[in-house]
T-cell receptor, first 116, second 110 residues
Framework: GAGVSQSPSNKVTEKGKDVELRCDPI?????LYWYRQSLGQGLEFLIY????????KSGLPSDRFSAERTGGSVSTLTIQRTQQEDSAVYLC??????????????FGNGTRLTVT | GESVGLHLPTLSVQEGDNSIINCAYS??????FIWYKQESGKGPQFIID?????DKRQGQRVTVLLNKTVKHLSLQIAATQPGDSAVYFC?????????FGTGTSLTVIP
């Protein structure tokens, strides 16, 4: 398909373990975003990649969270030493330019992370 | 209506009626707004957008109204159908940042 793809769709991990979440954006989209959505909540911005520029990491909640985007395409969000409060749905989105009109975000279906 | 907070606002409508979902945004500098629909287990899907130099935009069965004076956005769904049941988010966009509200849960009663 041509949409944003995320894997795994579900992840259950034990407290203290590290996890990696993957996002394949729409081909050709230069902007990629990660959001976190807790139950019944809105979308919490985590990090933003735009082309080859340095990422905007201002939303990362702690230094346990990090993300990479390799070759301007696939992105990986890594959470180290997971805590129960990290349990949420992690959504990835991409947009053609990330700027302005006619460049909306296209979301994947998310990874539901459960930390036990 | 939609607001930032701990409780998800809810709206129930009869099938065939019109639905109105409201959103208050915070940044008067926001120049672009989008409504998204999120069904259970899926990511948000784009419905309709509007630029800040417009006050109304229509799509298929949906209309978005923008009132910049009071920083208010609304989504109107005509002839609501069971498939419209979902959580609806508004997003305000400033430069390259998208800010989302908590969402409104719409339930369509057959």
């Amino acid at each position: 398909g041509a949409g944003v793809s995320q894997s795994p769709s579900n992840k259950v991990t034990e407290k203290g373990k590290d996890v990696e979440l993957r996002c394949d954006p729409i081909s050709g989209h230069t902007a990629l975003y990660w959001y976190r959505q807790s139950l019944g909540q809105g979308l919490e911005f985590l990090i933003y990649f735009q082309g080859n520029s340095a990422p905007d990491k201002s939303g990362l909640p702690s230094d346990r969270f990090s993300a990479e985007r390799t070759g301007g395409s696939v992105s990986t969000l890594t959470i180290q030493r997971t805590q129960q409060e990290d349990s949420a749905v992690y959504l990835c989105a991409s947009s053609a330019t990330g700027q302005g009109y006619n460049s909306p975000l296209h979301f994947g279906n998310g990874t539901r992370l459960t930390v036990t | 209506g939609e607001s930032v907070g701990l409780h998800l606002p809810t709206l129930s409508v009869q099938e065939g009626d019109n639905s109105i979902i409201n959103c208050a945004y915070s940044n008067s500098a926001s120049d672009y707004f989008i409504w998204y629909k999120q069904e259970s287990g899926k990511g948000p899907q784009f419905i309709i957008d509007i630029r800040s130099n417009m006050d109304k935009r229509q799509g298929q069965r949906v209309t978005v109204l923008l009132n910049k004076t009071v920083k208010h956005l609304s989504l109107q769904i005509a002839a609501t159908q069971p498939g419209d049941s979902a959580v609806y988010f508004c997003a305000e966009i400033t430069i390259n940042q998208f800010y989302f509200g908590t969402g409104t849960s719409l339930t369509v009663i057959p």
